[in-house]
């Protein structure tokens, strides 16, 4: 079966990120998975599957070991592709589908029980009161980084394989 990858001129020059997050994804060890996938103009430039390196107690405290991880990796695109442009382009959103680590890093609070996971919670909150980027809420059937989070089947894995692949397509829920 061949495939074809699809590539686009860049209209758009707003960077994008799909933080996603799988919890104790991993048997053995009970380590949760990150997924994350970065675009341009809509046009796939990164993606990463990674097994995280702590263990998180639970699914909120994943999502926001993956968000913390990963938005140094998000700030460094934005400032080469600012580069490669000769100019500023517009904040970077980071799209995430947990409401309460969104929560967490814009307005602060919470219980968290212990060091690691505070100094988490400032460092996004630090990120985005700062202004160095934006967080917004995706619905999780309209998470990208769904496919680098964990193992889909059928019609998601179809329609994610596509999204990578660069196929000019609407995302949709279909399957998911």
Not at 22 to 30: G, Q, R, T, Y
Not at 39 to 62: F, L, M, N
Not at 79 to 91: C, D, H, T, Y
Request: with cysteine.
């Amino acid at each position: 079966m061949t495939q074809k990858l699809y590539l686009h001129a860049i209209t758009s020059r707003q960077l994008l990120a799909f933080i996603d997050a799988a919890f104790a994804l991993h048997f053995f060890d009970s380590k949760s998975h990150t997924g994350v996938i970065i675009t341009i103009g809509g046009v796939v430039i990164y993606i990463s599957s990674r097994k995280q390196k702590c263990i998180a107690k639970s699914p909120t405290e994943a999502e926001l070991v993956g968000l913390t991880d990963n938005l140094g990796l998000v700030e460094l695109f934005h400032e080469f592709i600012s580069f490669l442009f000769g100019e500023q382009i517009p904040l970077p959103i980071i799209y995430q589908d947990s409401t309460s680590v969104i929560s967490l890093v814009t307005r602060g609070g919470g219980v968290t029980r212990t060091k690691h996971m505070r100094a988490r919670v400032n460092l996004g909150k630090e990120c985005f009161d700062e202004k160095r980027a934006l967080v917004k809420y995706c619905h999780t059937k309209l998470m990208r980084a769904d496919g680098a989070s964990k193992v889909l089947e059928g019609s998601a894995f179809e329609q994610f394989a596509k999204f990578v692949q660069g196929h000019p397509m609407a995302w949709t829920t279909a399957g998911r």
